[in-house]
């Protein structure tokens, strides 16, 4: 993985004056991963209080020093250049360990409240420090020794007394996750071509395959009843939860013994259990309510950047957009009860369409 990531131009949240129009800041990673900001950043951080939170987030991105084994970061797994993903079926963390589901892009945070696949979360702020402690991700043993390795860090001291007003010691796991949320929710991408058709000001942005594909999304493959698009806005997600039959027919043997010993045991048990069993973790949103009806259900992921994000699907099984768009027509032909079939041309239109979602790379204080 490359050492040195192109930073990106987010958009600045209301109570942030810019100055001087758009400021760019760069940085650099020395082979220890750790990050280090240029003095035009700093100088930035000190005017924007905003900008000071930002920039410590994305320095805890980037920290390999808060893993078990001192080689994995935040962006191990949500690389830039591939939208905040990974390029694997499962992410894979410590001692080379693979995780249980697949590396969803960080774009997608901005658009659902409920995190992880399977929505176990609420929020950012309760998402954002659960894969510190996940045995197949950073390792760590709990917040507490995170905490502890973030204080004893003496760089931290600067950029923390920046953003908090206070001194590192004085540094609690709930300001980590505070730094950390500000930073992606930094992520936001700049409007896709999409998003300026639906405002009126790109009418000629989409090309004729593209334009067809767009109305084959909101019309006969019914790819807009989950991943939704109205007149002005476009989220390309409804944040519900469904089932694709992906991974549960081979459980099929041992899928009454598995359920019935999740049922027995606690939230916490259950969630721990996502992030160290793959077999767990393809229950899906079940683990988490325990009702029958969630069996195997998944969250929409936002479709932003679908081009750049393969493999697909919870767990990665399928390798390319192709094949993902077959299984998914396939299964919206069911829930619609109606099948789904597409001319050859068609498909390609849509698919064509899908890959036009790819948003602007941006130049700012993001990544």
Excluded at 99 to 111: F, M
Excluded at 137 to 153: D, K, P, S
Excluded at 209 to 217: D, I, K, N
Excluded at 236 to 261: E, F, W
Aim: aromatic share 8%.
């Amino acid at each position: 993985m490359s050492l040195i990531h192109s930073l990106v131009r987010g958009k600045r949240r209301p109570r942030v004056i810019c100055v001087c129009g758009l400021v760019l800041i760069s940085y650099f990673v020395h082979a220890s991963g750790h990050a280090h900001d240029l003095t035009q950043s700093q100088a930035v951080a000190a005017i924007h209080p905003q900008e000071s939170l930002v920039q410590l987030g994305r320095k805890l991105f980037l920290d390999t020093r808060l893993s078990r084994d001192g080689t994995i970061s935040c962006d191990s797994c949500h690389q830039p250049e591939r939208a905040f993903t990974d390029g694997k079926p499962r992410a894979e963390g410590i001692y080379g360990q693979l995780g249980t589901r697949n590396t969803p892009s960080l774009y997608n945070a901005t658009y659902t409240d409920a995190k992880f696949w399977d929505g176990r979360r609420h929020n950012l702020t309760e998402q954002v420090l659960d894969p510190f402690i996940n045995s197949r991700e950073h390792g760590l043993a709990n917040h507490t020794e995170l905490l502890q390795r973030f204080q004893t860090a003496k760089d931290y001291a600067k950029p923390f007394q920046a953003a908090f007003k206070r001194s590192l010691t004085q540094s609690t796991t709930t300001d980590l996750a505070e730094a950390l949320s500000a930073y992606i929710n930094h992520l936001k991408p700049q409007p896709t071509r999409l998003e300026r058709y639906l405002s009126g000001h790109g009418n000629t942005e989409f090309s004729a395959a593209e334009q067809q594909g767009l109305e084959l999304f909101r019309g006969r493959a019914h790819c807009a009843d989950c991943h939704h698009l109205s007149t002005h806005t476009a989220p390309l997600t409804d944040g519900d939860y469904h089932t694709r039959g992906i991974g549960l027919s081979q459980l099929s043997s041992r899928l009454a013994k598995l359920t019935k010993a999740l049922a027995v045991k606690a939230l916490p048990d259950r969630e721990r259990a996502i992030g160290e069993d793959p077999d767990i973790a393809t229950l899906g949103r079940f683990v988490v309510t325990l009702y029958p009806s969630d069996l195997g259900k998944f969250k929409t992921p936002s479709l932003y950047d679908v081009a750049l994000t393969a493999p697909y699907m919870h767990d990665g099984s399928l390798a390319t957009l192709e094949a993902a768009v077959d299984w998914e027509l396939y299964y919206q032909g069911q829930e619609s009860r109606q099948p789904i079939v597409l001319s050859q041309s068609e498909r390609a239109n849509l698919l064509a369409f899908l890959r036009a979602l790819t948003t602007t790379p941006r130049t700012g204080p993001s990544s």
